[in-house]
């Protein structure tokens, strides 16, 4: 079967998954940015089509934050695993119907390898925080968004302004809510538009959320995934 080619998404769908919604919410590796896993004997899932191969790659903020908000108003292991599949099926483009027919140890290696990507740069629980007065955040691959590019990110420590501007975000107290709260601030001090926010890898994300909040949260950081 004839895989979608993976393209960046639009402004408008990376923005439609911050939009405020109602109370109740519905094998081979390059790099390590790429991991791909071959399917053998194939899979074969009935409206669905037959797979021959798993392919991933380092999720982005919208990606990321798409299975956080799938988790609904609680985290339960149930919830967890099932946005666990939803990422999975996001990023490879396969359907999740064709996803929980995996081997299970497929879905596992695929969870690892996506949600290592946030873990590996968010700060350590033994680790100090970075309040040096700048970072400076370099894209090897340039984000488009707004018409725009953007190819480096300039952070600093955030004013009280921009730090009640994540206080209000973290309020809603859903499983997404602190990922949507590092959103809004990221997007206030660096004054990058929300869209080219949500399209940055995780990697880079996790480091400029982890700097910023490091101004006031000097223990450990939490992922969402």
Known sequence: MTHPHHRQPT???VLAAITPASTEPDGEDDGEKVL?????PPLTVKKAGTFTELSLHEPNVYQTLCAAQAMGRQ??????YNS???LVARIS???????IELPSTVL???????????ERNRRKPDELPDTSPSLTL??????EATGRTFSDMELREPTVRE???????????TPAAFLEAEIAMLEAVSEWPKAAVLKMPISKFAQGADYLTGFFYSGPTDGTV
């Open 163 to 173: 730090r009640r501007i994540m206080k209000a975000a973290e309020a809603k107290g």
């Open 138 to 143: 370099i894209f090897e691959d340039p984000i």
């Open 93 to 99: 483009g396969m359907p999740e119907i064709a996803v």
């Open 108 to 118: 596992d290696r695929a969870v690892e390898f996506l949600t290592d990507f946030e």
């Open 84 to 86: 666990q599949i939803g």
């Open 11 to 13: 402004d408008e769908e």
């Open 75 to 80: 985290m339960t292991p149930e919830s967890v």
């Open 36 to 40: 791909v896993i071959d399917l053998d």
